[in-house]
């Protein structure tokens, strides 16, 4: 084995094969599953860049955050995480297009940062969504509740479960169609709700009259302070979560060059206008000091304060209909769920960092077992009907919002090591198919930004109000996700017995799975940039 064999072999990745700039070869296989279909379009793409982040977190959530915090730090804590976002998913959507490989942003951080992190980051976004999953079943159960309450929720949870197990029989196509359908009636009822927003608000229906910016000033665009303004980050990144699913689908797109760039440019503007749009117009409409907020950081619908606002207004029929888009809603992201654990658990089996079992990929090119895992994860929900079933899973839950800053911060420190690793290895800029806008520079903001949501969550989570005490309860089921990781971390630098603390610029591989651009091909790239008005389309739809 030669020198730089051995160095290789002790971060945790294979020999690298310079035959051919373009081998199809993943870093770190163990053990090879069958390939995964590429049957996702370029459409399916953009849908699951804005749909599979639109669900609960917004539509139910949000209303805790906008009572805890007010109006004004509701919308200037999502536009923090939405141009975070922006950031980290222009530094994804670079590394899919260059390496459009199984695991996505976990793969990514065990190449360029170290395979302990990479471990810990893997296992931590595949719990995080096994544990997100049972928890939209309760929700979409919940929602049948605005209707009717004489159905146990255990029978809608299996409808909605029985469901899902339909969906992924036709593997990845099945779920890029679902979410194609459902997130477009996601967001013709945000834009709905837009619209509707501002008719309530100059007075047009209901007997309210005109509101302006009446409930801004009384009670008041602020609620508890600083502590109220942390709270809101964490609500953010769950509603949000999800977006980095765009990079996850690279490997089963059919042409990731032309649809992730896309996906991932676009994605900024769609959050503006469906996530800080929305929350801004409904911050206009209903008070956070109404006492009904406080329910709504639950999985009940019947306090959605998108359904609260539409029923002060007094319109009869809209509260339903709007109730619906919940349900769909949740069911869209319970198909997120599905997706985004399975392809991370099969990717972590794959470099033996899971049970070999979940490689397996059938001919269809459905993870199976990774399917089973998931599912099974999803029986959890029958515990909304078991005593003290609501504190247990709360526990579970805290797994999940704060997980995706993790995996966030990790991808825009794996794209800034990325850059890194590629000058120091004297490799051309113009080989990179998708170069971010801003480079590293978009990166280090967002890691930044990152760094900020962290601080000021572990500060929420101590002082949750401004005259709170510190509780270990109350910190661990907000900040839980930190020692996971950690304990992950740890686990695998042990049991791997690799003590290096991050992968030498000179040792990272640059080669196996990568599609840079051909010399001859830079020149075209330059002259295909479209004119101002096809950009203008593209980031409006």
Known sequence: MSESDSKEKDVGVEPRQYANSQTDEEVGIVHKGAALKTDLQGRHMQMIAIGGAIGAGLFISSGGALQSGGPAPLVIGYIIVGVMLLFTMQALGELAVMYPVNGAFYTYVVRFIDPSWGFAIGWDYAIGWLTVLPFELIAASSTIKYWTTEINSAVWITVFLVLLVG????????????????????????????ILGIVINVGGVGDQGYLGAKYWHDPGAFQNGFNGFAGVFVVAAFAFGGTELVGLAAAESANPRKAIPLAAKQVFFRIFLFYVVNLFILGLILPSTDDRLSLASSSDTRYSPFVLAISDAGIAVLPSIFNAVITISVISVANSCTFGSTRTMQALAERGMAPKLLSYVDKHGRPVWCIVVQLIFGLLGYVVDAPKGGDAFTWLLALSGLSYFFVWGSCCLAHIRFRMAWKAQGRDLREIPYRAPLGVWGSWIAFFLIWVCLIATFYNALYPTPNSKPTAEHFFSAYLAAPVVIALYLFWKIYSRNWKLYIKLEDIDLVSGSRPLDPSDFADASNQKPGWLSRVGRILF
């Open 167 to 194: 969906i992924q029989v036709f593997g990845v196509r099945g779920y890029g169609e679902v979410e194609f359908v459902l997130s477009i009636i996601k967001i013709a009822a945000c834009v709905g709700f837009i």
